[in-house]
T-cell receptor, first 113, second 113 residues
Framework: KAGVTQTPRYLIKTRGQQVTLSCSPI?????VSWYQQTPGQGLQFLFE???????NKGNFPGRFSGRQFSNSRSEMNVSTLELGDSALYLC????????????FGQGTRLTVV | QQQVKQSPQSLIVQKGGISIINCAYE??????FPWYQQFPGKGPALLIA?????SEKKEGRFTISFNKSAKQFSLHIMDSQPGDSATYFC????????????FGQGTELSVKP
């Protein structure tokens, strides 16, 4: 069974640009959550999608957005990139909408220059 | 109230020894407590998880001890091996917030041969 797939693995963007990251969950999983990981702030929850609906949102500015498609694949978008957005962005998938086992992808390393 | 505090920040253990990492939480609504292991360049991997109705859970060399009254839980790694050298994260979530995980700051474990 394939794991969580995130693309691309690495990305370099310039301040002010926007970026879209993609996440394909484990087959049969309907919930996708996104996290930002930085050395200073650790792992922070961005948002969660279940059945194409955003169920929960963390404390991030509106520049961070996401969506989920009918096949459970998810994308997150960051607009007007800032240097501080440089981080590892992780996607986790789980079977249902409750607090159950969550499996992470390898992440997308975003560098903003 | 949403924080999870993890200690120590770093830990050095001799091969064959016991590694112990501790976490504490404030929010009594948390009802799911997983531990993740992360190697450099990889996403976090789910190790073991516990719910508050159980005081201990063991899987191979990994044991979670849970103290509901003290609002603390810990990970014990028995017979620690150099291959266990990684960063470990505790986390907590609550059923009414779906897949949102609140993570501790992480513990960098180094097992010396």
């Amino acid at each position: 069974k394939a794991g969580v797939t995130q693309t691309p693995r690495y990305l370099i963007k310039t301040r002010g640009q926007q970026v879209t990251l993609s996440c394909s969950p484990i087959s049969g999983h309907r919930s996708v959550s996104w996290y930002q990981q930085t050395p200073g702030q650790g792992l922070q929850f961005l948002f969660e999608y279940f059945s194409e609906t955003q169920r929960n949102k963390g404390n991030f500015p509106g520049r961070f957005s996401g969506r989920q498609f009918s096949n459970s694949r998810s994308e997150m978008n960051v607009s007007t990139l800032e240097l501080g957005d440089s981080a590892l962005y992780l996607c986790a998938s789980s079977v249902g909408s409750g607090n159950t086992e969550a499996f992470f992808g390898q992440g997308t390393r975003l560098t903003v220059v | 109230q949403q924080q999870v505090k993890q200690s120590p920040q770093s830990l050095i253990v001799q091969k064959g020894g016991i590694s112990i990492i501790n976490c504490a939480y404030e929010n009594t609504a948390f009802d799911y407590f997983p531990w993740y292991q992360q190697f450099p360049g990889k996403g976090p991997a789910l190790l073991i998880a516990i719910r508050p109705d159980v005081s201990e859970k063991k899987e191979g060399r990994f044991t979670i001890s849970f103290n509901k009254s003290a609002k603390q839980f810990s990970l014990h790694i028995m017979d620690s091996q150099p291959g266990d050298s990684a960063t470990y994260f505790c986390a907590a979530s609550r059923g009414d917030q779906g897949g949102k995980l609140i993570f501790g700051q992480g513990t960098e474990l180094s097992v010396k041969p």
